[in-house]
């Protein structure tokens, strides 16, 4: 007998809720080597805007326009 949607959906959710929160508990406290998830998430994020930031001044370093006085207004 097939079953309405309500029916699928009051076993569907709990359980994706529950599989969820598992795995955000996992990703909080669970250590691998000497970091978690979110360590190796913040490191890397870290990294990115540092080394987007670096180009970004050596790009302004590099640009001509930026070293040449205001045009004179007239």
């Known amino acids: 007998m097939p079953r309405s949607f309500p029916q699928i959906a009051a076993r569907v959710v709990p359980v994706s809720f529950a599989l969820g929160a ?3 508990w996992f990703m ?3 250590q691998i080597g000497h970091e978690t998830f ?4 913040v490191r890397l994020e870290a990294k990115r805007r540092f080394e987007q930031q670096q180009e970004e001044q050596q790009k ?3 640009d001509p326009s930026s070293d040449s006085p205001p045009p004179a207004a007239s």
């Open 60 to 62: 302004a370093s590099n």
């Open 22 to 24: 598992f795995m955000e």
């Open 28 to 30: 909080l406290n669970v």
């Open 38 to 41: 979110y360590d190796t998430a």
